[in-house]
């Protein structure tokens, strides 16, 4: 079997994909109010194209596809790419990260088109800071969390990202909610990714504050997760709750990082926290052939860099977060 390997050593095996740049809230930390400065839709890579670029990569040892954005299920017909992209010999593991405004009305069809695990977006339990962060309903999360629970998604994974003023007072309110619903919680910190990172810096809080703080309420025992990510797990004694802490500041994980991430409109990203990109639209409409597309894939992932400077540059990654692909 072809395997993908960067100049670092690692493999690479996991492909984050974004199906838009676009979203329908507004998370102060991602993308500025008002912001409409988006991708124009003749340069989204189609179904086709899309499902061409995974089928390369799956030919290169990718076994794992996450389907983000932007918030992918503003993409019409997302389900139906879903389960095109099950059929993608080789793709083994195929996930959704979602703010879950829409998930109600299409969590059915998800699962039904071949999505097995999903990460639904959300900082607060609070309604009223819910709209201060997001400028979105709580209720359609909820009510979206809710269909997706009935559809048999299982675990159900809530990111939380925490920030000191903001909703790190939300914390242990978070932890009896993902307990009641059997809800895994991963909490993550503030990256300074573009201007609205950068201003949610202030907001910055070190996860060993959280975990020290939860220490005090709960015990918390060494927890084991399935999904190969960068949390790391402790479990809730006494309950089912694992809760995840994404450190990609306090403590970097980029030693081990196996991903890559493909745009909407067709450029490799080959870190979140750098520049280094390869545009593969261009090759794609002037009808590369597959094998070209395999070596222009090799190509970008020699460009992988070693790791982010979020902590020593912070100025220096201007993408939204919203527009790489979370
Ligand atoms: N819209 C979907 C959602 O919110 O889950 C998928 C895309 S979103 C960009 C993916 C993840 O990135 C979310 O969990 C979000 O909280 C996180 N995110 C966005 N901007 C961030 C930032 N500056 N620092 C840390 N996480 C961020
Ligand atoms: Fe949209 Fe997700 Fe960014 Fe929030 S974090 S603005 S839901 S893309």
Request: proline residues 5%; aromatic residues 8%; contains cysteine.
């Amino acid at each position: 079997m072809q395997t993908l390997t960067d100049p670092f050593g690692r493999r690479i095996e996991y492909v984050r994909l974004s199906v838009t740049d676009r979203c329908d809230l507004r998370c102060f930390y991602c993308m500025p109010k008002g912001f409409n400065d988006f991708e124009e839709p003749e340069h989204w890579l189609s179904f086709d194209e899309i499902e061409r670029v995974m089928a390369a990569f799956a030919r290169l040892g990718t076994r794992r596809v996450r389907i983000t954005g932007g918030e992918p299920l503003v993409r019409k017909g997302l389900p139906e790419l879903a389960r095109r992209l099950q059929e993608v010999p080789g793709i083994e593991d195929l996930s959704l990260s979602t703010n879950a405004v829409q998930l109600a009305r299409h969590a059915e069809a998800l699962r039904a088109g071949g999505v097995q695990r999903l990460n639904v977006s959300l900082d607060t339990p609070d309604p009223q800071r819910f709209r201060e962060i997001t400028g979105g309903k709580l209720e359609k999360v909820i009510e979206g969390l809710m269909a997706a629970k009935a559809a048999g998604f299982a675990p159900i994974k809530i990111n939380m990202v925490v920030m000191k003023g903001v909703n790190d007072g939300d914390v242990e309110a978070m932890v009896d909610f993902c307990i009641a619903h059997d809800f895994t919680l991963r909490f993550i910190e503030t990256m300074p990714m573009g201007d609205t990172g950068r201003a949610a810096g202030d907001h910055f809080l070190d996860l060993g504050v959280v975990r020290e703080r939860l220490e005090r309420r709960f015990e918390l025992i060494p927890g084991v997760m399935p999904g190969g990510g960068p949390a790391r797990y402790l479990q809730v004694a006494g309950t089912d709750l694992r809760i995840g802490f994404i450190t990609p500041l306090s403590q970097h994980f980029c030693e081990t990082c196996n991903r890559v991430r493909l745009s909407v409109d067709g450029t490799l990203y080959l870190c979140l926290g750098q520049a280094h990109k390869f545009e593969l639209r261009p090759l794609l409409r002037a009808g590369i052939s597959d094998a070209d597309l395999e070596d222009a894939i090799r190509q970008a992932i020699a460009l992988k860099p070693e790791r982010h400077e979020f902590n020593d540059k912070p100025g220096q990654v201007v993408r939204f977060m919203s527009m790489t692909g979370g």
